[in-house]
């Protein structure tokens, strides 16, 4: 008889491990791993994973200090027997430099997708960033499924939020708020951004004259210096609506940025693929269903 999937969660990855598994009906496997004093990692699988298909789960959002031990986990699943090994990165990193803006710049978006490509037979993400390239299989050679998780937000603003006004902070947002508006019935509308740097975002907004009394809610993919979000929430404040509820999918939220988000926002939500406070939205039945349909790597 085939064994079922083993799931293997990289360190901090155990909860959507779990729910993962829950969802797939298969085992959750452990991983040791540690620092040797000189800062090299020591990795050992503690489940055996000879003839098993294995899918490790690691999340991306800090993918520097954790790729390497990431990369010895595959590798080592591989030469112990694995039948397959694919990894599910709910946030998927390096998505943003994939072109050179400058003479020079490393297109690391590129690198990336080739190192991962070489050490799995398939990829499950959720929203990748997409923008200059349209799919994932433009960068990456293995079988790639971007799950969406504009349904898993639709069906939770729709549970929590009475009359919600769907409010998208750039154009780049526009395809979130658009399906989660399809699936909602609610109303939407997309802000103008202009980004002059890192911390420096501005935003502008049409005339929202027929949708008084609505609660505004924010919806964004990304918040990373959480500069976009706070720059939409206080446009709303300055324009007499109400506090808006925020939600995003990948709360990265680096430094101060979810703390000055929430003195802004009504309550501030986002979708499991990063561990974060704010998690309110399970993605791992999306994910899992993605896992399921994955083609075979050719
Ligand atoms: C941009 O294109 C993305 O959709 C997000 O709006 C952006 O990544 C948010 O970044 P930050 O939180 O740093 O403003």
Same mark, same amino acid.
């Given at each position: 008889?085939?064994?079922?999937?083993?799931i293997?969660p990289?360190?901090?990855?155990?909860?959507?491990?779990?729910?993962?598994?829950?969802?797939?009906?298969?085992?959750?496997?452990?991983?040791?791993?540690?620092?040797?004093?000189?800062?090299?990692?020591?990795?050992?699988?503690?489940t055996?994973?000879?003839?098993?298909?294995?899918?490790?789960?690691?999340?991306?959002a800090?993918?520097?200090?954790?790729?390497?031990?990431?990369?010895?986990?595959?590798?080592?699943?591989?030469?112990?027997?694995?039948?397959?090994?694919?990894?599910?990165?709910?946030?998927?990193?390096y998505?943003?430099?994939d072109?050179?803006?400058?003479?020079?710049?490393?297109?690391?978006?590129?690198?990336?997708?080739?190192?991962?490509?070489s050490?799995?037979?398939?990829?499950?993400?959720?929203? !990748? /960033?997409?923008?200059r390239?349209?799919a %994932?299989?433009? @960068?990456y050679?293995?079988?790639? &499924?971007?799950?969406? #998780?504009a +349904?898993?937000?639709?069906?939770w603003?729709?549970a929590?939020?009475?009359?919600p006004?769907?409010?998208g902070?750039?154009?780049e947002?526009?395809?979130?708020?658009?399906?989660?508006?399809?699936?909602?019935?609610?109303?939407?509308?997309?802000?103008?951004?202009?980004?002059?740097?890192?911390?420096?975002?501005?935003?502008?907004?049409?005339?929202?004259?027929?949708?008084?009394?609505?609660?505004?809610?924010?919806?964004?993919?990304?918040?990373?210096?959480?500069?976009?979000?706070?720059?939409?929430?206080?446009l709303?404040?300055?324009?007499?609506?109400?506090?808006?509820?925020?939600?995003?999918?990948?709360?990265?939220?680096?430094?101060?940025?979810?703390?000055?988000?929430?003195?802004?926002?009504?309550?501030?939500?986002?979708?499991?693929s990063? !561990? /974060?406070?704010?998690?309110?939205?399970? %993605?791992?039945? @999306?994910?899992?269903?993605?896992? &399921?349909?994955?083609? #075979?790597? +050719?």
């Amino acid at each position: 008889m085939t064994q079922a999937p083993l799931i293997l969660p990289m360190p901090g990855n155990e909860t959507f491990a779990r729910q993962l598994a829950k969802a797939r009906k298969s085992d959750v496997g452990s991983v040791e791993t540690r620092r040797f004093p000189d800062g090299e990692t020591y990795l050992r699988l503690l489940t055996p994973v000879a003839g098993r298909a294995v899918d490790i789960v690691a999340t991306l959002a800090g993918p520097d200090p954790d790729f390497l031990r990431l990369a010895f986990a595959a590798d080592a699943a591989r030469s112990q027997g694995a039948e397959r090994v694919r990894l599910v990165a709910p946030y998927l990193a390096y998505m943003r430099q994939d072109k050179a803006f400058h003479p020079g710049e490393a297109v690391t978006s590129d690198t990336f997708a080739r190192i991962i490509s070489s050490l799995f037979d398939g990829i499950v993400t959720v929203d !990748p /960033h997409l923008h200059r390239r349209l799919a %994932l299989s433009e @960068l990456y050679t293995i079988p790639a &499924a971007a799950v969406q #998780a504009a +349904p898993a937000l639709a069906d939770w603003i729709a549970a929590e939020v009475d009359r919600p006004l769907l409010i998208g902070p750039d154009s780049e947002s526009a395809q979130w708020v658009a399906a989660i508006a399809a699936r909602t019935g609610a109303p939407w509308v997309v802000m103008e951004k202009t980004r002059r740097g890192d911390f420096d975002v501005s935003v502008a907004l049409p005339a929202l004259d027929d949708h008084g009394g609505r609660i505004p809610v924010l919806v964004d993919d990304i918040a990373s210096s959480g500069r976009t979000m706070l720059a939409a929430a206080q446009l709303l404040a300055a324009r007499g609506l109400a506090r808006p509820v925020c939600a995003v999918v990948h709360p990265l939220f680096a430094g101060d940025a979810f703390a000055r988000l929430q003195q802004v926002a009504a309550r501030v939500v986002s979708c499991d693929s990063v !561990p /974060h406070p704010s998690n309110a939205i399970s %993605l791992a039945p @999306l994910v899992a269903e993605a896992l &399921a349909t994955l083609p #075979a790597r +050719p």
